[in-house]
């Protein structure tokens, strides 16, 4: 009988505000706000992560200031796929709803960005 293999881990991006990075913080993990989406979009490298954060969410007033990347480790079935190939016309997109979310096993600061508009 063939052993059963568990998914490679996938390492997926998110650039996060101030206020999600101190969530994670407090956490230990990434969570869905209450009352908001259920879940987090994320894509495939710091590259994109920090495209979307300027292009959408700077760029529309949200969130400026400091904008953080986390580097997210997901583990075994987990579920995650890419919904968008060329979101916003930055790259790849994959949404981790909540029951994906319990499969992070790791999450990691990778870097800070400051907006000085």
Not at 3 to 13: A, K, M, T, V
Not at 14 to 37: F, I, N, P, Q, Y
Not at 41 to 50: K, M, P, Q, S, W
Not at 80 to 104: H, M, T
């Amino acid at each position: 009988m063939a052993e059963e293999r568990d998914s490679p881990p996938l390492i997926l991006y998110r650039a996060v505000s101030e206020a999600e990075l101190a969530d994670w913080h407090e956490s230990g993990t990434l969570r869905s706000k209450e009352g908001g989406m259920e879940g987090k979009h994320l894509t495939d490298t710091v590259v994109h992560a920090l495209g979307f954060a300027w292009g959408v969410f700077l760029e529309r007033g949200w969130e400026r200031g400091r904008m953080f990347v986390l580097e997210v480790t997901f583990e075994g079935d987990h579920g995650v796929e890419p919904y968008e190939q060329n979101q916003d016309g930055v790259g790849p997109a994959y949404f981790a709803d909540d029951a994906a979310l319990q499969f992070i096993s790791k999450v990691k600061l990778v870097c800070r960005v400051e907006d000085e508009r």
